[in-house]
């Protein structure tokens, strides 16, 4: 398995809006203990620093679920997007028919074509 996803203690989140707001009523609903899983309506958050990369920085997102977009948590800087050079990672994923987001400090991060990535910077 290439991407290992932990929930950590996040603080109370303050009122935001759009994909911010989201964000923070899906962590401060997780951290109420309503629920392990984010993922609301049609989207998932997950935070960068929680998925577990490869021997050589690689995560590969796979997912069967009916969610449409994926909003990133991080304070790393996006480096690129794009479509993913085939290959097989570490973990033995292989990455056809993949895209990928490139993040200063790694890690690469590979997810489904048909997920729509929206990167979203923490609360300070």
Same mark, same amino acid.
């Given at each position: 398995?290439?991407?290992?996803?932990?929930?950590?203690?996040?603080?109370?989140?303050?009122?935001?809006?759009?994909a911010a707001a989201l964000v923070h009523?899906?962590?401060?609903?997780?951290?109420?203990?309503?629920?392990?899983?984010?993922?609301?309506?049609?989207?998932?958050? /997950?935070?960068l620093d929680d998925l577990v990369p490869d021997e050589a920085g690689e995560v590969v997102l796979r997912h069967g679920?009916?969610?449409?977009?994926? /909003? /990133?948590?991080?304070?790393?800087r996006l480096l690129g997007t794009g479509r993913a050079l085939p290959h097989v990672t570490a973990a033995g994923e292989s990455t056809v028919g993949l895209r990928q987001a490139?993040?200063?400090?790694g890690p690469t991060f590979y997810y489904p074509a048909?997920?729509?990535l929206e990167v979203v910077r923490p609360a300070p």
């Open positions: 398995m290439s991407a290992a996803v932990s929930l950590r203690p996040r603080p109370a989140p303050e009122p935001r809006r759009g009523r899906l962590l401060a609903a997780v951290q109420e203990g309503r629920g392990g899983a984010l993922l609301l309506q049609d989207t998932i958050v /997950l935070h679920a009916d969610f449409t977009r994926l /909003l /990133l948590v991080t304070d790393r490139s993040f200063e400090g048909d997920l729509q």
